[in-house]
T-cell receptor
Framework: DAGVIQSPRHEVTEMGQEVTLRCKPI?????LFWYRQTMMRGLELLIY????????DSGMPEDRFSAKMPNASFSTLKIQPSEPRDSAVYFC???????????????FGPGTRLTVL | GQQLNQSPQSMFIQEGEDVSMNCTSS?????WLWYKQDPGEGPVLLIA?????ELTSNGRLTAQFGITRKDSFLNISASIPSDVGIYFC????????????FGQGTRLTINP
């Protein structure tokens, strides 16, 4: 079975350019999460969606970041304009909401390593 | 906000040795999760704990949910080279929540 798919795996861009990261969640999952990982701050949740609707975007660093989920099988995280401090590994994760009120297992993609020069 | 503190931050051991690491919080957690991240990959869930005092095993891995609900421990017995990676503890911000907070990780290096 295919896991979470992210593209590109690596992205190198120049400051000021627009960057779009893509994610395909596991088929049948109804929650999708975007995380950012850096040495200084560790793994941080940026935003998550339930049934394609953004639920909590309080982790999005600033207005330069935006995320969309137009359908159940695709999401994008866009940075415009990009800055060197955005350099990090960005992970997408998906899960199936636990109707019993428990904590769902989140399955992570392989990540996109972004370098902004 | 809630923070999870992991120790040690890094470990250098010989193959075959047992490993112990822990995770503490100033707040109570009702669920503890342990993830492993291989180099160049995303984290993978190893063990989930749901009750105080619970002891759960997954192969050579054993994790415990502390009685105070403010800590958790992960042990690896008879380490092998593929155990190399970063181990993260995590937990939901509030019970049943989807939003997780992660510890800063314990990096495990194994000398063959």
């Amino acid at each position: 079975d295919a896991g979470v798919i992210q593209s590109p795996r690596h992205e190198v861009t120049e400051m000021g350019q627009e960057v779009t990261l893509r994610c395909k969640p596991i088929s049948g999952h109804n929650s999708l999460f975007w995380y950012r990982q850096t040495m200084m701050r560790g793994l941080e949740l940026l935003i998550y969606f339930n049934n394609n609707v953004p639920i909590d975007d309080s982790g999005m660093p600033e207005d330069r970041f935006s995320a969309k989920m137009p359908n159940a099988s695709f999401s994008t995280l866009k940075i415009q304009p990009s800055e060197p401090r955005d350099s990090a590994v960005y992970f997408c994760a998906s899960s199936l909401i636990d109707r019993g009120g428990g904590t769902d297992t989140q399955y992570f993609g392989p990540g996109t390593r972004l370098t902004v020069l | 906000g809630q923070q999870l503190n992991q120790s040690p931050q890094s470990m250098f051991i010989q193959e075959g040795e047992d490993v112990s690491m822990n995770c503490t919080s100033s707040s109570i957690f009702n669920t503890w999760l342990w993830y492993k991240q291989d180099p160049g990959e995303g984290p993978v869930l190893l063990i989930a704990l749901y009750k105080a005092g619970e002891l759960t095993s997954n192969g050579r891995l054993t994790a415990q949910f502390g009685i105070t609900r403010k800590d958790s421990f992960l042990n690896i017995s008879a380490s092998i080279p593929s155990d190399v990676g970063i181990y993260f503890c995590a937990g939901p911000i509030i019970q049943g929540a989807q939003k997780l907070v992660f510890g800063q990780g314990t990096r495990l290096t194994i000398n063959p």
